[in-house]
DNA sequence: GTGAAAGCGCTAACAG
DNA sequence: CTGTTAGCGCTTTCAC
């Protein structure tokens, strides 16, 4: 019932708590028959290492904060996935905040964690900008701020993991084009997003080496749901403007699109093709199968968890930008 | 930089440390004055407790572990989200760990879980007697484990949160079959989960006040993911069974039923209705959007925290069982 | 109404 | 190689 301590375990052996705790630790300066005995008598009475003292000790929370926009796609999960890999063996507990992409709900999220103490924070942002006086002020406290996917505007000296976003919008979209289309439209969320812009300008460039750009075919979503996606689409089609295609910024837009052009008994791809960004199993979730950027996310949270003990163990450490590939699938919507 | 700590405050008003605790936990053995001057202070210098100092004082870590056995769909997160808005006000942290649906892993997360000295423990577990002696351990070690969705098999004493599985099934096959469905066919997961046996009856005691029950039409598919979905609705189809919709255990299970049956050329819901029991975001976000028995899994996280809660307070508290209504949502797809 | 001292479990000088 | 002591930040007796 009650955990066994140090002490227990000292008095038991009638060795003092010092001797036991550096048997445990694997200090050279004990006898190897002690230590055998400590070490048996641990593991028979079921001695468990208080983490809570631990930390008090040495002042480290061994927590680390994670912050996301949203957990409705599996894109969040994927990411916590790499996370939990890297840091679990180590002994960190990771902490979880949803922001529900709203920078409110996300300024009370960091705040919660530097409560909490955490030594660290990996986040997805909701809003370029808006928090940008609390990322300092967390900064200030000494707690390494990594950013992943989403990043902040102003370029703090921050650790970063990230993927091509412009190139390998290019790619996509020539994709698009090599297999026959021309009128191609970017479905873009909200530009507060830094990715927006990026694969805007991706989408853009490879656009206008064909000669085809046309400024019009550049549509912004309010936001990145399977709801917005519906609203955009159907907005395009009662505009009337014509188009034989879609890139879309996120697998949810994408989602919308389709749905409604479904509904509107569009046929994909053979009327409209539809690409996306984004790596989440959506895309092979839906009907049908949606062609997609594939973000190496779990791996992304795993390089994100190495910044920040990177971080941790020497706070003076320099900022790195880690640039990771992303995969062109190709799937049934193309 | 550093965090200010009672010592500082001490050194900063003349003040022995027990003064400025009592002050800032309002204990009435404090001179208003003082008080006032106490918490000016804390408030100027900015003064946070430091939380793992509480627990170790305390022997509670504050801490909840949440075990779920995926986070591909939003379901688990929603629940989260509960736990969130009952826990996090209060201090609480939540740490979360994934099964990936392997008992095997679900045992270590509960290990680690342990190890981290969790002040109890919220799960949905991925099999329904596997793992029966770690959750006896866990509890013989005084943490409450408060299950929810899926139960274990054997009746611990346990506080649990579920939804009554056998009646909204009744409920969602009667739709079926007011829609003029005769042949209804039922996907179920494996059956090392409760809720499939118990979304069973239901869909059999229905089918038989309707005198057409044909256990021919229950099938079992291996897993539940879209890809097992849409293998068994393949073998279905090859075995030339006839039947004109679908009951399926999951969302997912149904998503991948329809994906293969619109790459078929079935037409849902006119050659075949399909309907789910779940309640996440992915019915709409699917095309087309499915009918489904909506758990209210928010809400169903806020009861497990609270029933977690109650068991904090006083471990030997009766356990209790909840049952919540879940709503049937019709849609597209029946 | 306030202070001194002990203790939560552990590690890390410092002695010996 | 082992033991004693102090201290991480906080609360909580026990004195005064």
Redesign the pocket.
Known sequence: MK?I???DLSKFL??????I??A??HD???????RKRVLDAAHKMGYK??LT??S??S?QSKTIGFVVPEMITPFSAKVLKGIQNILYPLGYRIIITQSDEDPLIERKNLQLLEEFNVDAIIINLCHETYNNDIYQHIMGQGIPLIFFDRLPHQSLDVSKVIVNDSIKASLMVEHLIKTGRKRIVYIMGPTTIRNVTERMNGYKRILMKYNIFDENLIIQANGMTVQHGREIIKQLLDKNIEFDSIFAFSDTLAMGVMNYLLEQKVRIPEDVAVASFSGTELSSMVYPQLTSVQQPLEKMGEKAAELALEKIKDSSAASRSVIMDAELVYRAST
């Open positions: 955990r301590t140090i002490k009638s060795l003092s708590t010092s001797t705790s550096r445990l630790l050279k300066n004990v006898n190897d028959e002690t290492p208080n003292a631990l008090l000790q002042g």
